[in-house]
T-cell receptor, first 114, second 116 residues
């Protein structure tokens, strides 16, 4: 399998549930990202990992907890979410050694919080 | 802080015609990258074209080309010979070259409809 994959593609959860989103990249990249895409709003960067180290946390609430065990995998752990957290969550990766700056995106996880 | 503005929430074009999508950005950096991404109904974000700020020549990729005006901080996308498969949300994005990881700032998007 090539590119960036995300699972699950769709998720419905209650506010008291705990769930995790998974992202895997098969591109040999060193940087991985989580974005949130809500209706009528630009994509919002949530977290950035570079060489497994978190380099950016854009004031994301603690109910979102990222984990990057290696350069190929990225998780977003969810707990006690709110209905306004319903959105499309996109994962991306990039190879920043070559300085190209291009990010490659996964298909996203559509999350609905009830 | 960098900002990216897309002033056209929606655009439409007749199949086989040409359409131009606008994008302006604000930055104090002199070296950066600009991108156009396409997001079809499948929601997969796909890179359309990339422009390096230090290059004067406008990037082209088959039917897609940009008009990069660095002084004006403008980065428009021209789609020639529009096809039905071009219908999608188009996002303009910016990234600086500083820092160890590339952080994209996105515009709010332009929804393109292609009319048969």
């Amino acid at each position: 399998e090539t590119g960036v994959t995300q699972t699950p593609r769709h998720l419905v959860m209650g506010m008291t549930n705990k769930k995790s989103l998974k992202c895997e990249q098969h591109l040999g990249h060193n940087a991985m990202y989580w974005y949130k895409q809500s209706a009528k709003k630009p994509l919002e960067l949530m977290f950035v990992y570079n060489f497994k180290e978190q380099t950016e946390n854009n004031s994301v609430p603690s109910r979102f907890s990222p984990e990057c065990p290696n350069s190929s995998h990225l998780f977003l752990h969810l707990h006690t979410l709110q209905p306004e957290d319903s959105a499309l969550y996109l994962c991306a990766s990039s190879q920043d050694i070559d300085g190209a700056g291009t990010q490659y995106f996964g298909p996203g996880t559509r999350l609905l919080v009830l | 802080a960098q900002t990216v503005t897309q002033s056209q929430p929606e655009m439409s074009v007749q199949e086989a015609e040409t359409v131009t999508l606008s994008c302006t950005y604000d930055t104090s950096e002199s070296d950066y990258y600009l991108f156009w991404y396409k997001q079809p109904p499948s929601r997969q974000m796909i890179l359309v074209i990339r422009q390096e700020a230090y290059k004067q020549q406008n990037a082209t990729e088959n039917r897609f080309s940009v008009n990069f005006q660095k002084a004006a901080k403008s980065f428009s996308l021209k789609i020639s010979d529009s096809q039905l498969g071009d219908a999608a949300m188009y996002f303009c994005a910016y990234t600086t070259l500083s820092g160890s990881a590339r952080q994209l700032t996105f515009g709010s998007g332009t929804q393109l409809t292609v009319l048969p």
